[in-house]
């Protein structure tokens, strides 16, 4: 059964930084595609990174050259580095898991497509 726990969310000023952490169940670590959403109240969800199984990553054009994200197979966890925060970040932050990708016309890459995802972690930034 794939399962995916985020953690590491909190609430940080502009400029600083937090890492989030998704502990993954094995089949869910052996998609083709793991990565990140964000959701954020009165605006359309938004996939932010993804990454494959040889560890190539790409991300949203909001976020590319601040977001990292890198995963740890020994571990089977996948984070999301978070560097110069900005208000506009705030949002509840999802790791998902795809056997697909697919391209996002809000993200303006090709991501992981649908697939499961977790709980969500809070990540609140203020000015």
């Known amino acids: 059964q794939v399962q995916l726990v985020e953690s590491g969310g909190g609430s940080v000023q502009a400029g600083g930084s937090l890492r989030l952490s998704c502990a993954a169940s094995?089949?869910?670590?052996?998609?083709?595609?793991m990565g990140w959403f964000r959701q954020a109240p009165g605006k359309e969800r938004e996939r932010v990174a993804a990454?494959?199984?040889?560890?190539?990553?790409d991300y949203a054009n909001s976020v590319k050259g601040r977001f990292t994200v890198f995963r740890d197979n020994a571990k089977r966890t996948l984070y999301l580095q978070m560097n110069s925060l900005e208000p506009e970040d705030t949002a509840t932050y999802y790791c998902t898991a795809s056997r697909s990708f697919e391209y996002s016309a809000i993200a303006g890459v090709i991501l992981c497509g649908d697939g499961d995802w977790g709980q969500g972690t809070q990540v609140t930034v203020s000015s």
């Open positions: 094995e089949d869910a670590f052996d998609s083709a595609c």
């Open positions: 990454i494959d199984r040889d560890g190539t990553a």
